[in-house]
């Protein structure tokens, strides 16, 4: 009975701290305030970054190079791949328009990031009208890979834009809107382009159980019509661009990560089976619980819909050295998962399952893989003050 009491206590004082009117808003800031605590940002490396003679990000200095002459940027070889960024454009159209104001562009990215989480609590609220589920779901999302990164990233990848428009084109039921969206997140980077798969099997999920049709032919009609065909123009739009931009600017263009899966090679294998957990953690459960109740119910082809989804995020994900930003495009998964538990599972049960997958997604140390075995760890806030302070007296403990 310990234990039962301690979570039902803990349920009455979350519902009690979540009764004031503005409550997802503080909910949100309160998620964000706890990420990054539990993983501080390397800070540090921008404000490098910015000194005169300091070491530079290569990305931003690339980043840069194509504000100034988008067709024509200099120094594609910059360090290492930056011929992979020349069609991503979202960053480079903020650093002309911010005359390359780093700062400015991770302060938009981090009110993406802080939208994010809100907006999931929103929906995930409308769904479910229970604000203790609301607020396990959003601290469980705020304490993984596609929220943390989102503040995180100081390197100008702009996952955090990717993200967010993502998620406002899955959420959203406006053509004009959705279409807007995933050009935007298609343009920041190509891993959103194929993200778009998921929002059509999160369309296919959700449009399944509001018409109780999950056969073939529906999740079909599903992933072809009404939202769904917005994708697939996105698609045909952007492809034509690139097409169009590669022939006429890029006619000798070459992608250096296209060939062999360069995690199963010895020099990345490492760090594959780390980032296939740590770019989940606890929402595996949410996921895991969500499958079996597609089992239970025999929803057989939906099954196979997400399972052929899941397996190309996977497969994606070991063509590139940073397989963590690659997997946590597949966020859509985890509201997929809440929504099938939503239809299925009683809300006590949806309740503890929530609360188990919040105390692991908060408690897991922040790490991921960033290629050539190197699996960083973002250290806590109290560790990186203990760093600052051996830096200063010279203690030389973490040297």
């Excluded at 067709?71 to 480079?92: A, C, G, S």
């Excluded at 897991?364 to 560790?383: A, R």
Aim: aromatic share 18%; hydrophobic share 55%; with cysteine.
């Amino acid at each position: 009975m310990l234990l039962e009491n301690f979570y039902e206590s803990f349920c009455s004082w979350s519902e009690d701290k979540l009764s004031d009117r503005n409550w997802l808003l503080k909910l949100t800031f309160f998620a964000v305030v706890i990420s990054l605590v539990l993983a501080f940002p390397p800070y540090s490396l921008l404000v490098d970054h910015l000194k005169t003679n300091g070491v530079k990000l290569d990305a931003w200095v690339f980043i840069q190079n194509q504000a100034q002459d988008l067709f024509h940027p200099k120094d594609m070889d910059y360090d290492v791949r930056r011929e992979n960024m020349i069609l991503r454009w979202t960053l480079p159209f903020l650093s002309f328009i911010t005359n390359h104001n780093v700062v400015l562009i991770l302060l938009a990215q981090a009110l993406c990031g802080i939208f994010f989480l809100y907006n999931i609590g929103r929906y995930v609220y409308r769904i479910s009208a229970d604000k203790v589920i609301t607020g396990f779901f959003v601290l469980a999302i705020a304490n993984i890979f596609v929220s943390v990164w989102t503040f995180a990233d100081i390197h100008g990848y702009g996952d955090g834009f990717a993200y967010f428009f993502l998620l406002t084109a899955l959420l959203s039921r406006n053509v004009f809107v959705i279409f807007i969206s995933l050009q935007i997140a298609f343009f920041t980077d190509e891993r959103a382009v194929v993200a778009g798969g998921y929002l059509l099997l999160w369309w296919i999920v959700v449009k399944a159980y509001e018409r109780q049709d999950f056969s073939l032919l529906g999740m079909i009609r599903a992933g072809l019509l009404g939202e769904s065909a917005v994708v697939w123009i996105a698609w045909l739009c952007y492809f034509g661009v690139r097409n169009y931009v590669l022939a006429t600017y890029f006619p000798n263009h070459s992608y250096s990560t296209i060939g062999t899966p360069v995690l199963f090679a010895n020099a990345h294998r490492n760090g594959l089976g780390s980032s296939i957990w740590s770019a989940f953690e606890g929402t595996w459960l949410l996921m895991g619980s969500a499958l079996l109740a597609l089992i239970l119910t025999r929803r057989y082809w939906l099954i196979a819909a997400l399972f052929i989804g899941f397996a190309v995020l996977l497969a994606t994900g070991i063509y590139v050295h940073d397989i963590d930003r690659a997997l946590s495009y597949g966020f859509p998964f985890i509201l997929a998962a809440f929504f099938i538990l939503y239809q299925t599972a009683s809300e006590s049960s949806l309740r503890l399952i929530l609360f188990f997958t919040m105390i692991i997604c908060v408690v897991h140390p922040q790490v991921f893989y960033m290629g050539y075995n190197k699996i960083l760890w973002l250290e806590p806030l109290p560790v990186k003050a203990l760093m600052l302070l051996d830096k200063i007296m010279s203690w030389n403990m973490f040297s």
